[in-house]
């Protein structure tokens, strides 16, 4: 077997799940669809790397090496000898159901399909290949070398075979597995979101200011940080887009996204990286 792990997306989530890979010793290819995407992606794990290096975890030389265990390329066609490739593009369905067809066609037959999908329908991404029994969900959590989770997500054809390769390779890049069938939002956003979803409904109606939705949530309920702000680090259109997969797939009011959490996104206020969300940056 190849010990070629493949990763598609030089973003946040997909360099960090390139750097833990290239860290427990895989040689890795990292594809995007531009170099200067990949030249940032390489760049963000030389700098969380050196983050070790100066907290004495790591030594230079040992940087180095992980660094070059990673290859990039805008070929799709050089992830074909990969034993399990990774998708992490953005949350749309139609932009990952091209990967997943692109990728099927070019891998070996025995190839695992992973998607890195916050809330999209494994069972879906498999239909659209020639092998629904290989592809699963590897739901890796931001910042992916510090968070220890990984919510593995079984489609309604993912075979046994499949699911115990991948809880195996997620405990070998140092991480914890743990498994949900495929619904919509999985376990990890069908809780969180709402909760978000319910602070900004808070702060839309005036119940209270965005720092005293916060402050009551750290301080009360010991969380590490407050729902508004996380969800400007996660990006508002990344939320609203969890939010419509969420009432879509159940049809239930209850996921209804607030209507505050629309006008932002329409008004390009997607949180940190867009230098404005409920916070300013």
Not at 65 to 89: H, K, M, N, Q, S
Not at 162 to 186: M, N, R, W
Not at 249 to 276: E, N, Q, T
């Amino acid at each position: 077997m190849s010990e070629t792990f493949g990763v598609v997306g030089a973003g946040t989530m997909g360099n960090g799940i390139a750097q833990v890979a290239a860290r427990a010793g895989f040689d890795v290819v990292m594809r995007d669809v531009a170099d200067e995407f990949l030249a940032r992606g390489l760049s963000a794990v030389g700098k969380s790397l050196q983050r070790d290096v100066d907290k004495e975890r790591l030594t230079n030389d040992e940087k180095q090496i992980i660094v070059g265990r990673i290859r990039t390329t805008t070929e799709v066609a050089d992830l074909r000898d990969a034993f399990i490739v990774v998708e992490a593009v953005t949350e749309q369905f139609t932009v990952k159901s091209e990967v997943f067809k692109a990728l099927d066609a070019v891998v070996q037959p025995d190839t695992i399909l992973a998607s890195n999908t916050s809330s999209i329908s494994i069972t879906k991404l498999g239909a659209i290949t020639q092998r629904p029994d290989k592809v699963i969900g590897m739901h890796f959590m931001n910042p992916v070398p510090v968070m220890k989770l990984v919510e593995i997500i079984r489609g309604a054809a993912t075979s046994d075979g499949t699911y115990q390769k991948v809880h195996a390779l997620t405990e070998k890049l140092g991480k914890i597995p743990l498994e949900c069938h495929d619904s919509p939002g999985f376990i990890s956003n069908r809780v969180l979101m709402p909760m978000i979803n319910e602070a900004i409904f808070a702060l839309y109606e005036g119940v209270a200011s965005r720092e005293s939705i916060d402050g009551i949530m750290k301080l009360g309920m010991n969380h590490p940080m407050g729902p508004l702000t996380l969800a400007d680090f996660i990006g508002l259109d990344v939320c609203l887009a969890i939010m419509n997969v969420l009432h879509d797939g159940f049809g239930d009011s209850k996921y209804r996204p607030c209507p505050l959490l629309k006008r932002y996104v329409d008004a390009g206020w997607l949180g940190k990286k867009s230098g404005r969300g409920f916070y300013e940056y």
